[in-house]
């Protein structure tokens, strides 16, 4: 029976901490640290490679990016460079230039891209993640090729011209 009391204050300790995990409040969705808080508008399910209707996905089996707005791309050039979806330095520069502007970093569509989240419409998500590595990559490549004319854009946005 001695054998058995290091296992019994084992599993009790287990239950303690359980009940103290359970009893703790849950983080605040949205939430990021240092009291920020960052509301993201309702979204329908996200789209992925399982669920998406004909005329989404392209011949080899990519999203199409041209709904992505400044911000989602801007997130999306974080997210293919953290997880090493591409080499080229391209990427980098373009979510770190599109990222300075105070209304891009605060916009949900830059917290969306950043989870690889892709904005396939006005109104829809679609979730990278569900897409194999190479599909991933390509998906960043083509996003980073909307780089000069969002930044064109941006720019000209920026100094306040409307041509």
Partial sequence: MQGFRPVCAALGLCAVLVSVAVAAPAPTPGHVGGGHSLKVPAEPPFMTVANAPPGILDYDGIPTVEYATPANVAGLMYYCDHNRLVTDTTVRSLGRELARRDDIRRAADYAWGGQGMLRISPRRL??????????????????????????RAERHKAAGRHD
């Fill in 126 to 151: 679609f979730d990278m993640k569900t897409l194999n590595h190479d599909q991933r990559g390509a998906v960043c490549a083509r996003t980073a090729l909307m780089g000069p004319d969002l930044l």
